[in-house]
């Protein structure tokens, strides 16, 4: 019911931004909760950012900031001063429940195939 797609990822040098971007489809009431993961090769997928659809346009913490524009059914993900520690496949996930109960991957039931994002040194 709900299909999520990724793009917006390459390769940036050390310093420099990117914006992805999950277009979504399917009914918001089952995607209330929206948010961002990455995985590093080797690593775990920890979480980025999560945004309430439903009581946000955007949220900032450090370097990233998400954001979801309502009219075109898409989520956005602002990455400033990036790091060669920023590398990885970034993933766009979404839930029926809000961002109160939907806190870890886990929790999530949607996932989009992912972009990959590589910083240089």
């Known amino acids: 019911q709900v299909q999520l797609v990724e793009s917006g990822g390459g390769s940036v040098q050390a310093g420099g931004s990117l914006r992805l971007t999950c277009a979504a489809s399917?009914?918001?009431?089952?995607?209330?909760?929206m948010g961002w993961f990455r995985q590093a090769p080797g690593k775990e997928r920890e979480g980025v950012a999560r945004?309430?659809?439903?009581r946000y346009v955007q949220s900032t913490t450090g370097r990233n900031t998400i954001s979801q524009d309502s009219a075109k059914n898409t989520l956005y993900l602002q990455i400033n001063s990036l790091k060669p520690e920023d590398t990885a496949v970034y993933y766009c996930a979404a839930d029926p429940s809000s961002c109160d109960y939907a806190r870890n991957g886990g929790d999530f039931r949607y996932w989009g195939q992912g972009t990959q994002v590589t910083v240089s040194s």
């Open positions: 945004i309430d659809i439903t």
């Open positions: 399917g009914s918001t009431y089952s995607r209330r909760c």
